[in-house]
C-alpha cells in the first residue's frame, strides 16, 4: 500500500500499463476500467488543521468522516456537505476526500454555500508522467497563472492524482429545521423551492423527497424561528406546511429512497426543467429532486436499461441539460455513455488537456467515454 506522495510518484512513472485511481473505492462511475489499481487508501491523515483560519490540509486518502468528526470539535464542518455514494450502489468502502474533490461531489447545500471546488483553495497532486505538481496554498485568491485547483476538482483521476489538497472550512449553525409541503406535483414543487429560494430568507436546501418539498433553514436560534415563520406564510399558497426540525437531510443528499434499486441515473438540468424530465419517465422509475428541481435521481429496476438511458440522455440533451448513468450492471456501463456525450469543441479541448497532464493515456483511461 502506498503511503506517501513520493511512492505515489515513483509508481506512475513506472507504469507500464493503465491505471485505475482508487481512494475508498465509493465512487467507481464510469466505464469499466482494466490495469493496475493505484490504491490510496494509505495516502492519509491531517497535516494542518487551523480552526482560526478556517483552513484544513489532508491527504487525498484520509476517510471524509475522520474529516467531519475533527471538525465537529472546533464546531465547524464542510459547508459543501459531500454526498456518499456507498449505500447507493452496494460499495463496501470508505469515502475519501480524493474522491470527493475529483468527483466535485456536493450535496444539497451547494444552493446556498457553493461546489466542493468552491472550497478548494490548494492541491498537491502527481500527473501521468509522475511529476509532483503543487498549485494554490492555504488562503482564498493565492492563485497565479492557471488555476489548477479548479481543473483538477471534477476532473475524476483523469489529469492527475491527488495526493493532498487545502480546503476552506465554515463553523457549524446552531439550529436548523425543514418546512414541509406534502403531497405535491413535481410542477408545483419547483414553483414553490424556486419562491422559497427567492425569498429574502436564506433557504440552505430544497428538494422534492417521496412526494414532499422539504425546504431546510439554517442559523442562530432566534433567526431560524423567524425565518420559518416568515416562509410558511409566504409558501401557504402550495398546501398545508408544517416544521420538521429532525429532517433526515442524508436521505436526500445520499439518494436514500433510491437504494436498492438496480440502475440509477443523476440528472441536472434547469430547475424549471425537472418537472419535464420527470414527466418523460416511465412509471416503473423511482426519483426525487435536489437543488429547487435543478439536480434529479432517477432509478429503477428491470426493463431496457439500455433503452431507457440513451433515451434519457436524448431529452436531457434537448433541455442542456446532462445525465450520468450512476450505477447499472457491468455489461450495460460497457456498452452506453457513461457520461452525457459533449459538444465537439469540449471533447477537443478536454483531449487536449488530457494529452498535456497524460501524455502516455494511463490514468483512469476510457473512464469518461
Known amino acids: 500500500m502506498l503511503e506517501t506522495e513520493a511512492e505515489v510518484a515513483e509508481f ?50 484520509t476517510p471524509v468522516r475522520e474529516i467531519e468528526d475533527l471538525l465537529e470539535t472546533e464546531n465547524q464542518r464542510l459547508a459543501f456537505e459531500p454526498y456518499d455514494l456507498s449505500g447507493l450502489s452496494g460499495a463496501s468502502g470508505i469515502s475519501t476526500i480524493g474522491g470527493v474533490m475529483a468527483t466535485n461531489a456536493s450535496g444539497p447545500r451547494r444552493i446556498q454555500a457553493g461546489a466542493a471546488r468552491d472550497y478548494a483553495l490548494g492541491v498537491r497532486f502527481v500527473d501521468g508522467t509522475g511529476t509532483i505538481i503543487k498549485n494554490g496554498g492555504r488562503v482564498m485568491k493565492n492563485v497565479t497563472g492557471y488555476d489548477l485547483v479548479k481543473l483538477m476538482m471534477g476532473s475524476r483521476g483523469t ?3 491527488l495526493t493532498e489538497v487545502s480546503l476552506k472550512v465554515l463553523p457549524s449553525v446552531e439550529q436548523t429545521t425543514t418546512l414541509v409541503i406534502k403531497k405535491v406535483s413535481p ?23 417521496s412526494g414532499a418539498v422539504w425546504l431546510r433553514i439554517e442559523g442562530f436560534s432566534a433567526s431560524v424561528a423567524y425565518r420559518a415563520a416568515a416562509l410558511q406564510k409566504v409558501l401557504s399558497p402550495f398546501g398545508e406546511n408544517y416544521l420538521m426540525p429532525d429532517a433526515d437531510w442524508s436521505e436526500v443528499r445520499d439518494a436514500k429512497p433510491l437504494h436498492g434499486l438496480d440502475n440509477v441515473w443523476r440528472v441536472s438540468v434547469k430547475p424549471s426543467d425537472g418537472p419535464a ?8 422509475c423511482q426519483t426525487l429532486m435536489d437543488w429547487g428541481g435543478g439536480l434529479i435521481w432517477v432509478g429503477n429496476t428491470g426493463g431496457d436499461v439500455c433503452a431507457i438511458h440513451n433515451a434519457l440522455q436524448a431529452h436531457t440533451a434537448v433541455l442542456g441539460g446532462h445525465a450520468t448513468l450512476i450505477k447499472a450492471s457491468e455489461t450495460v456501463r460497457s456498452s ?19 494529452a498535456r497532464f497524460d501524455p502516455r493515456q494511463i490514468l483512469n483511461r476510457d473512464l469518461l467515454t
Open 12 to 61: 506512475i512513472s513506472g507504469a507500464t500499463q493503465p491505471l485505475i485511481i482508487r481512494g475508498g473505492g465509493t465512487r467507481s462511475v464510469g466505464r469499466p476500467l482494466a490495469g493496475d489499481v493505484l490504491e490510496l487508501s494509505g495516502l492519509s491523515g491531517v497535516t494542518l488543521y487551523e480552526p482560526g483560519a478556517l483552513t484544513i490540509v489532508v491527504r487525498s486518502g
Open 159 to 161: 489529469l492527475g492524482v
Open 187 to 209: 410542477h408545483k414543487a419547483v414553483s414553490a423551492m424556486s419562491r422559497a429560494l427567492s425569498s429574502p430568507y436564506e433557504v440552505s436546501g430544497a428538494a422534492w423527497i
Open 277 to 284: 424530465i420527470l414527466n418523460a419517465l416511465s412509471s416503473d
Open 336 to 354: 452506453v455513455s457513461i457520461f452525457q456525450p459533449e459538444a465537439s469543441d469540449i471533447v477537443l479541448l478536454s483531449s487536449q488537456l488530457r
